[in-house]
């Protein structure tokens, strides 16, 4: 959150900064390793949440899976928090700031780890949009550093973005639900801090919040119910309180006697210095 500052001789201008749970747009992630699949079951998992945050007050969910067939797009809300081609769930921190906290990646179910993929650094798409051996150095690792589980029965979570030198675990390990996986960051095709968390089954992308794959018509919901829930889709009970449906979303406020740059609230306030 912005501080408020004391300034003498100069007029205060009142800030507020509102994010639209609409894409800061980046290209479908992909996974950092290859998959083994057991595709003789479909018993799905039960999916805990894979951050560590207080819903609505330190994290909340900007981007849902486009359920929408084709061209155009559509959240399972019949709204439009997602893009066209979003194949996860963006679960956002309120600025890149606040990866400095180590915020917790958790496994949102039991499984093996088949792929992990570590030290791409963590920096926001819009600081290199302009910079062409930055952005070849993404090309095909769009979803940064990540991790894959696999739940069995053809089933498997993906975890990108996360920050630098945090990945805790390693192929072939297992991992029950709520294992220490990482930490949020924003690296790869990333603008801003998340954690994005794809569901596959058999390889093909599944909503969480309805347990369908794109395609399936959405289900409407009225602004501030609970995130989309219906009959709890993959999630485990209670995984979504706190996580209210809401297309758009103040997430800092303050006062600056300076010009605002939007860039800069993304980026979030600069710790002090040492000796501050």
């Not at 994290?59 to 066209?84: E, L, M, R, W």
């Not at 029950?176 to 690296?187: N, Q």
């Not at 309805?210 to 409407?220: E, K, Q, V």
């Amino acid at each position: 959150m912005l501080q408020i500052r004391s300034v003498s001789l100069a007029v205060l201008v009142p800030v507020i900064l509102i994010t639209l749970a609409l894409p800061l747009a980046h290209p479908a992630a992909k996974q950092p390793g290859q998959i083994n699949q057991n595709k003789t079951a479909t018993a799905p998992p039960s999916l805990a949440l894979p951050i560590d945050c207080t819903p609505g007050l330190t994290c909340f969910i900007q981007s849902y899976v486009d359920i929408q067939a084709g061209k155009g797009d559509s959240d399972p809300a019949c709204g439009h928090a997602t893009y066209d081609g979003h194949k996860g769930t963006d679960f956002r921190l309120l600025s890149a700031a606040a990866t400095q906290k180590h915020v917790p990646v958790r496994a949102a179910a039991s499984g093996i780890i088949t792929g992990t993929r570590d030290g791409m650094r963590d920096i926001l798409l819009r600081d290199i949009t302009s910079n062409e051996r930055a952005k070849a150095a993404i090309n095909n690792r769009e979803c940064g550093n990540g991790v894959v589980i696999d739940h069995g029965n053809g089933w498997e979570t993906q975890y990108c973005h996360m920050r630098r030198t945090s990945i805790r675990v390693k192929t072939g390990q297992h991992v029950v639900k709520g294992a220490l996986l990482g930490h949020v960051g924003y690296s790869g095709s990333a603008d801003f801090a998340h954690l994005h968390l794809s569901v596959r089954h058999n390889g093909k992308v599944i909503d969480p919040f309805t347990g369908s794959p794109p395609g399936h018509t959405c289900a409407g919901r009225n602004r501030g119910s609970p995130a989309l829930e219906h009959e709890h889709g993959l999630w485990s009970p209670g995984t979504l309180d706190g996580f209210l449906y809401k297309t758009g979303v103040i997430i800092a406020s303050g006062f600056t006697a300076k010009k605002v740059n939007k860039d800069d609230l993304e980026r979030g306030p600069r710790p002090p210095p040492p000796d501050a």
